[in-house]
Structure formats: structure tokens, C-alpha cells
T-cell receptor, first 111, second 113 residues
Framework: KQEVTQIPAALSVPEGENLVLNCSFT??????LQWFRQDPGKGLTSLLL?????REQTSGRLNASLDKSSGRSTLYIAASQPGDSATYLC??????????FGTGTRLKVLA | EPEVTQTPSHQVTQMGQEVILRCVPI?????FYWYRQILGQKVEFLVS????????KSEIFDDQFSVERPDGSNFTLKIRSTKLEDSAMYFC???????????FGPGTRLLVL
């Protein structure tokens, strides 16, 4: 049974720092992995989608990498800003009907 | 860019009442999903729906829940006789095929008192 874990659970950094959020999954047979942002009490905003054949995806200050064989993905945020404060979720799709979500990393960027 | 929409954004109901959560998937998508997130917990899959049938459901999706596509645009989740533990954020998602990524709506926050 697929399990998705995110470390750390919470992170607080000063503005301007580069940071890395980690996501690990137990079964490497995935079709894609998606990173989402969730603001408090709000919905899910898709940030980056990495297909299983890809190693990384970039969007602006965000870069996500995928190492399927080791069951890991990282989300790199460059030059963090207070507006980046949110919970970041990763989710894997195994080709069945559902995404399996991680526990999330709650990020706070201090001005 | 097309997006999934959900109504209402918030709903408060009394325990034992029935609620219907509504979703409008992206127009050319054929697969529809509901997920749930209890406060402070993971987002969990509830059900997937295709061609007017449930294609997969989780163990959470018991007889209290039902889904329907009443017309060509809406996709609904009905919760009969709500319980306190049904309080959660409910997300709808849709995808063009079962093999393509799912697009999520903004969610409906349900509070059962």
C-alpha cells in the first residue's frame, strides 16, 4: 500500500532563503507526482506536475525533482518570500483512479 | 484557463441533515472525483465516477454517501444524515481520461453541528 511522507512537517525560514521540501513514497511504480500549495482554509493550487519519465520541472522560483527509483521528490523554492507561506502537499498517482497525498509541510517565511 | 468550480464554498448543517455538494468539472473531462480533508489531516480519496457509474470508492465512501451527475455539467456528492465527523473540506476533481492528471476545485468547507 502506497504511503507518502513529507519532511519536515513544519519549517520557518527568513525571507530570501532558498529551501527544500522533501516528499518520499514507498512504491516507486507511479505515473506522476504533483506538488500543491494550500493556503489556510483554502483549496489546492497545483504548482508542478512531474511525469514518471521526467527528472524535474521548473516554474519560476520553483523547481521539483523526481527520483522514482529511490521514491523521492524535492521541491526547491528559491529566494523565499513571505507570500510563499502556506502548506505544501505532494501527491502521487499510481495510474489507478486516485491521488495519494502526503502529510504536508507547513512553511512560514518571515519578513 | 478552464477550472473546476464548487458550490457552496462553505456550508453549515445540523447533525442528521442531508447535504448536497456541487461541482462543475472542466467541460471536456470525463472522469470525476471527490476527496475529503478533515482539519489537520491528509487529503483522502472518496470516489471516482465515469460514464454514470462509480469506478472506484474508498472504504470511507459508505452508504451514507452517493454521487450523481444529474445533468451535463454538474457532479454532486450527497451526504445523508450527516455526522459530526463529516466536518471537512470536500474537493472535487476532474480529468480528461483516467490516465491524465486531475484538476482540483477550490473545495467546500462543511461544518456539521
Amino acid at each position: 500500500k502506497q504511503e507518502v511522507t513529507q519532511i519536515p512537517a513544519a519549517l520557518s525560514v527568513p525571507e530570501g532563503e532558498n529551501l527544500v521540501l522533501n516528499c518520499s513514497f514507498t512504491d516507486s511504480a507511479i505515473y506522476n507526482l504533483q506538488w500543491f500549495r494550500q493556503d489556510p482554509g483554502k483549496g489546492l493550487t497545483s504548482l508542478l506536475l512531474i511525469q514518471s519519465s521526467q527528472r524535474e520541472q521548473t516554474s519560476g522560483r520553483l523547481n521539483a525533482s523526481l527520483d522514482k527509483s529511490s521514491g523521492r521528490s524535492t521541491l526547491y523554492i528559491a529566494a523565499s518570500q513571505p507570500g510563499d507561506s502556506a502548506t505544501y502537499l505532494c501527491a502521487v498517482w499510481e495510474g489507478t483512479y486516485k491521488y495519494i497525498f502526503g502529510t504536508g509541510t507547513r512553511l512560514k517565511v518571515l519578513a | 484557463e478552464p477550472e473546476v468550480t464548487q458550490t457552496p464554498s462553505h456550508q453549515v448543517t445540523q447533525m442528521g441533515q442531508e447535504v448536497i455538494l456541487r461541482c462543475v468539472p472542466i467541460s471536456n473531462h470525463l472522469y470525476f472525483y471527490w476527496y475529503r480533508q478533515i482539519l489537520g489531516q491528509k487529503v483522502e480519496f472518496l470516489v471516482s465516477f465515469y460514464n454514470n457509474e462509480i469506478s472506484e470508492k474508498s472504504e470511507i465512501f459508505d452508504d451514507q454517501f452517493s454521487v450523481e451527475r444529474p445533468d451535463g455539467s454538474n457532479f454532486t456528492l450527497k451526504i445523508r444524515s450527516t455526522k459530526l465527523e463529516d466536518s471537512a473540506m470536500y474537493f472535487c476533481a476532474s480529468s480528461p481520461t483516467s490516465r491524465e492528471t486531475q484538476y482540483f476545485g477550490p473545495g467546500t468547507r462543511l461544518l456539521v453541528l
